[in-house]
């Protein structure tokens, strides 16, 4: 693991290593001037090694390189024991190996995520003038393989570039003025772009206003089941309709004629239960009036 405020990098990469240390210098001196660090010196110690030395960064260069084995090694031990060896296949490390190590002149004034990211892009600009295998990453034991470490830099891929037909579309479609990006372009990671659309209907006021204070009633959407019917709340239940009819039987009991009549107006025009019970209270008053003789008195007293 890398001291603190020391930055880790490292390539592990195949094929010839002449003037490659002079080329990996000259990237790391072009990435600290981008960054507005100035160069103060840059020294090649030797055919492996180099150092570069900017206002706020040291950064060191080792190059290493190791013959690979031709034999495999638990191979080699199988039959040093006597067992039965079984093929495998060889699996060789790459023959060169890149280390940087950058390390801030002051502690005080370090930054980590701008000391990161210039690792980063001071690794990216490496890669391809090498035969990379592997990358190395704030430590020697975090190894990534190229595509893992390629796989960070997806999301900054440029878009793929419109046709004639699109950029027509751009430019007077509903959309005009978006940047719409194609679906078909299979390395773009951010979200699908919606396909352009027929220009809404225009409507005017007076028809906008219509829809506003339309007087039509809702119609509930049916399911197609033609069996069941719609529901009445106007109509009476069962229960309610018998107790009208049992009011009348009662107003019956009283006055003959009252409860035919009532009868009548329950066909014609449908069981009333509040009608049902306002002459079953006014025939019982009446009927208790001309039985106490009240009516006959207050006849007498007014005379008729």
Same mark, same amino acid.
């Given at each position: 693991?890398?001291?603190?405020?020391?930055?880790?990098?490292?390539?592990?990469?195949?094929?010839?290593?002449?003037? /490659?240390?002079?080329?990996?210098?000259?990237?790391?001196?072009?990435?600290?001037?981008?960054?507005?660090?100035?160069?103060?010196?840059?020294?090649?110690?030797?055919?492996?090694? %180099?150092?570069?030395v900017s206002s706020q960064y040291l950064v060191r260069l080792t190059l290493d390189t190791q013959v690979a084995?031709?034999?495999?090694?638990?191979?080699?031990?199988?039959? @040093?024991?006597?067992? +039965?060896?079984?093929?495998?296949?060889?699996?060789?490390? *790459?023959?060169?190996?890149?280390?940087?190590?950058?390390?801030?002149?002051?502690a005080l004034l370090d930054d980590s995520e701008i000391s990161e990211l210039m690792l980063v892009v001071i690794?990216?600009?490496?890669?391809?003038?090498? @035969?990379?295998?592997?990358?190395?990453?704030?430590?020697?034991?975090? &190894?990534?393989? #190229?595509?893992?470490?390629?796989?960070?830099?997806?999301?900054? %891929?440029?878009?793929?570039?419109?046709?004639? +037909?699109? #950029?027509?579309?751009?430019?007077?479609?509903?959309?005009?003025?978006?940047?719409?990006?194609?679906?078909?372009?299979?390395?773009?990671?951010?979200? +699908?772009?919606?396909? *352009?659309?027929?220009?809404?209907?225009?409507?005017?006021?007076?028809?906008?206003?219509?829809?506003?204070?339309?007087?039509?009633?809702?119609?509930?959407?049916?399911?197609?089941?033609?069996?069941?019917?719609?529901?009445?709340?106007?109509?009476?239940?069962?229960?309610?309709?018998?107790?009208?009819?049992?009011?009348?039987?009662? &107003?019956?009991? &009283?006055?003959?004629?009252?409860? @035919? /009549?009532?009868? @009548?107006?329950?066909?014609?025009?449908?069981?009333?239960?509040?009608?049902?019970?306002?002459?079953?209270?006014?025939?019982v008053a009446i009927s208790a009036l001309s039985t106490s003789g009240a009516i006959a008195g207050v006849a007498?007293?007014?005379?008729?």
């Amino acid at each position: 693991m890398s001291p603190k405020h020391s930055y880790h990098g490292g390539l592990q990469f195949n094929g010839e290593t002449e003037g /490659s240390i002079e080329r990996f210098s000259s990237i790391v001196a072009a990435t600290l001037e981008d960054y507005g660090h100035l160069v103060e010196r840059k020294n090649e110690l030797s055919a492996t090694e %180099a150092s570069i030395v900017s206002s706020q960064y040291l950064v060191r260069l080792t190059l290493d390189t190791q013959v690979a084995e031709t034999v495999d090694r638990f191979e080699r031990l199988d039959r @040093a024991v006597g067992l +039965k060896t079984a093929h495998r296949p060889i699996v060789t490390l *790459p023959q060169n190996r890149l280390t940087i190590t950058i390390t801030p002149v002051s502690a005080l004034l370090d930054d980590s995520e701008i000391s990161e990211l210039m690792l980063v892009v001071i690794l990216y600009r490496m890669v391809d003038i090498c @035969a990379t295998q592997r990358v190395e990453w704030l430590s020697s034991n975090t &190894v990534l393989t #190229i595509e893992q470490f390629m796989s960070a830099f997806d999301t900054l %891929a440029p878009s793929k570039p419109r046709n004639r +037909k699109q #950029i027509f579309e751009a430019v007077s479609g509903p959309f005009a003025g978006l940047n719409i990006i194609d679906e078909d372009y299979p390395e773009e990671p951010q979200k +699908k772009a919606l396909k *352009p659309a027929a220009r809404p209907i225009q409507l005017s006021d007076e028809q906008l206003l219509n829809i506003a204070f339309r007087t039509e009633p809702f119609e509930q959407p049916t399911d197609g089941d033609e069996d069941t019917p719609p529901l009445d709340h106007d109509q009476p239940s069962d229960i309610l309709r018998l107790t009208t009819w049992g009011l009348t039987g009662a &107003v019956a009991s &009283v006055s003959v004629p009252i409860a @035919a /009549s009532l009868a @009548a107006v329950n066909l014609i025009k449908g069981e009333d239960f509040r009608l049902n019970t306002q002459v079953l209270a006014y025939s019982v008053a009446i009927s208790a009036l001309s039985t106490s003789g009240a009516i006959a008195g207050v006849a007498n007293a007014l005379g008729i």
